[in-house]
C-alpha cells in the first residue's frame, strides 16, 4: 500500500468571499498558485447549480494559469456534463446536490441510478476523465461504484468529523473497512469532508486512503495564519500520520 497520500484543495470558499461583495477578488485562480506552491497535489472547484461560490469562468480559465490537475466536483446534470466534456478536467467528481443544503450533505446514493450514472459518465471517460463518485462508507455502494466503472471513490467524512469519542472511533472503522474494500476491488480511494487539523491525522493513517480532499477549514485557517502556511501544515500532519 502506498506511503504517500495526496492533499486536494477545495477552494470554493475563497470564491464564497468574493461573491459576498460581488467584487474580483479574493480570486480562486490565485488560491490554486498559492496552494501549489505551498505543496497541494491538486485543485476542486465545486460547480453548483446556484453557483453560489465557483462560477463558470473559474472552471473555463482554470487550465490557462494552473498547471495542477483539476477535480470539477459537480451533480449528475445535462448541463454540467458539457461543461465537464468543455474543460476536460482530470477527474469528475459526482456529488449528490440539494439547492437548499449548506454543503454536501451525504454520499451520492449510486444504488438507485446505476444504468442513467453509466449513461452519464461514458462520454466523459471517453476524453480520458477519471470519475470519482463522493459516497458514504457502505460496500454495497462500492461496489456498484466499481461496476458502473468509476476509477475512485471518495468516502464521506462528515460524520465521523461530527461524532465524538466511541461513535467517533466506530465511525473510523468504518471508513477503514471501506477504504480496505474499495482497494481490494481495485478502486482508488479518496476522503474528504469536514477535516481539520484536530481529526485529520486518524484518516490520513488508513494506508487504503490515497487523497485527502479538504476546503473549509483550510480557508478558514487561511484567514488568521495564511493560505500557503494552513495547507503546509495539513500536509506535515498527513504525512506525519503516514509515518507511524
Ligand atoms: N469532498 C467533497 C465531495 C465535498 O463536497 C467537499 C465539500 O465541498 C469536500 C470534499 C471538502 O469538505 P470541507 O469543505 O468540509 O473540507
Known amino acids: 500500500m502506498t506511503k504517500t497520500i ?54 473555463l480559465t482554470y487550465r490557462q494559469h494552473i498547471t495542477l490537475p483539476l477535480n470539477l466536483e459537480m451533480a449528475a446534470t445535462p448541463e454540467m456534463q458539457q461543461i465537464a466534456l468543455k474543460v476536460k478536467p482530470h477527474t469528475v467528481s459526482l456529488v449528490p446536490e440539494k439547492r437548499e443544503e449548506r454543503t454536501t450533505e451525504g454520499g451520492l446514493n449510486i444504488l438507485h441510478q446505476q444504468e442513467s450514472l453509466r449513461d452519464f459518465i461514458a462520454p466523459l471517460k471517453q476524453e480520458n476523465i477519471k470519475i470519482a463518485f463522493f459516497i458514504e462508507p457502505d460496500k454495497l455502494q462500492i461496489d456498484a461504484a466499481k461496476e458502473i466503472g468509476a476509477d475512485a471513490i471518495e468516502l464521506h467524512t462528515g460524520r465521523y468529523a461530527q461524532l465524538k469519542g466511541e461513535a467517533q472511533q466506530k465511525e473510523l472503522d468504518t471508513l477503514t473497512d471501506a477504504a480496505k474494500h474499495s482497494k481490494q476491488i481495485g478502486l482508488n480511494c479518496h476522503a474528504g469532508h469536514g477535516l481539520t487539523f484536530d481529526n485529520v491525522s486518524a ?21 488568521f495564519i495564511s493560505l500557503e502556511h494552513a495547507i503546509k501544515k495539513m500536509k506535515q500532519l498527513m504525512n506525519q500520520a503516514r509515518q507511524r
Open 203 to 223: 484518516i490520513a493513517a488508513i494506508m487504503a486512503i490515497e487523497e485527502l480532499n479538504i476546503g473549509h477549514f483550510i480557508i478558514s485557517e487561511a484567514v
Open 6 to 59: 495526496r492533499l486536494g484543495i477545495n477552494l470554493d470558499h475563497i470564491a464564497t468571499l468574493r461573491n459576498a461583495r460581488g467584487e474580483i477578488y479574493p480570486n480562486p485562480l490565485r488560491g490554486a498558485k498559492i496552494a501549489k506552491e505551498a505543496g497541494a497535489d491538486n485543485i476542486t472547484l465545486h460547480l453548483r447549480e446556484d453557483r453560489r461560490h465557483i462560477i463558470d469562468a473559474d472552471v
